[in-house]
T-cell receptor, first 110, second 114 residues
Framework: QKEVEQNSGPLSVPEGAIASLNCTYSDRGSQSFFWYRQYSGKSPELIMS????GDKEDGRFTAQLNKASQYVSLLIRDSQPSDSATYLC??????????FGAGTILRVKS | DAGVTQSPTHLIKTRGQQVTLRCSPKSGHDTVSWYQQALGQGPQFIFQYYEEEERQRGNFPDRFSGHQFPNYSSELNVNALLLGDSALYLC?????????????FGPGTRLTVL
């Protein structure tokens, strides 16, 4: 079992729709949860961090965490073509070592 | 506010050679982590440096070594290069004092081993 699992996609959504990206993790000791966006040929860019159960909103982005289910999600409202990228889910424990999923490719069609 | 910088941007080496990659952390950060990202995969943790010492290490062979300097910049060295070492090498920095630290990545170094 992989430590962090994501659906590889591609996930295709029309412009203006809500994109929903999901991630599960295996280490119950994980304390910090992150979403990174990575455009083709570029490095990962941090877009959201979440540390406690519930929702965290930042602009068009909402991260959701459920530690009991070991599940993290990212919602992108009013999706734009510029949101087309690979979204990486990462978790870390006490020592702040990031463990990444393989990423979900998102395609927003105009 | 200077972000994380890495050099060089691209590098081409042949099997058996050695390579050194460099990273300067974001202003105010003192911890540097290195990751390897193969095509189509998520980044894999190599090791982390704090106070000039390797604080933790991922599942990478001893051919991968590193160093952190007093100014918090860091180097990643890879000896006896293999074809499988071809990847994007990413450096990330954070303020190592706290547990829930956000790590910020540099632009990466694309290494090609022929």
């Amino acid at each position: 079992q992989k430590e962090v699992e994501q659906n590889s996609g591609p996930l295709s959504v029309p412009e203006g729709a809500i994109a929903s990206l999901n991630c599960t993790y295996s280490d119950r000791g994980s304390q910090s949860f992150f979403w990174y966006r990575q455009y083709s040929g570029k490095s990962p860019e941090l877009i959201m961090s979440i540390y406690s159960n519930g929702d965290k909103e930042d602009g068009r982005f909402t991260a959701q965490l459920n530690k009991a289910s070991q599940y993290v999600s990212l919602l992108i409202r009013d999706s734009q073509p510029s949101d087309s990228a690979t979204y990486l889910c990462a978790v870390s424990g006490v020592k702040n070592k990031l463990v990444f999923g393989a990423g979900t490719i998102l395609r927003v069609k105009s | 506010d200077a972000g994380v910088t890495q050099s060089p941007t691209h590098l081409i080496k042949t099997r058996g050679q050695q390579v050194t990659l460099r990273c300067s952390p974001k202003s105010g950060h003192d911890t540097v982590s290195w990751y390897q990202q193969a095509l189509g995969q998520g980044p894999q943790f190599i090791f982390q440096y704090y106070e000039e010492e390797e604080r933790q290490r991922g599942n990478f062979p001893d051919r991968f070594s590193g160093h952190q300097f007093p100014n918090y910049s860091s180097e990643l060295n890879v000896n006896a290069l293999l074809l499988g070492d071809s990847a994007l090498y990413l450096c990330a920095s954070d303020n190592g004092v706290w547990v829930n630290n956000e790590q910020f990545f540099g632009p990466g170094t694309r290494l090609t081993v022929l």
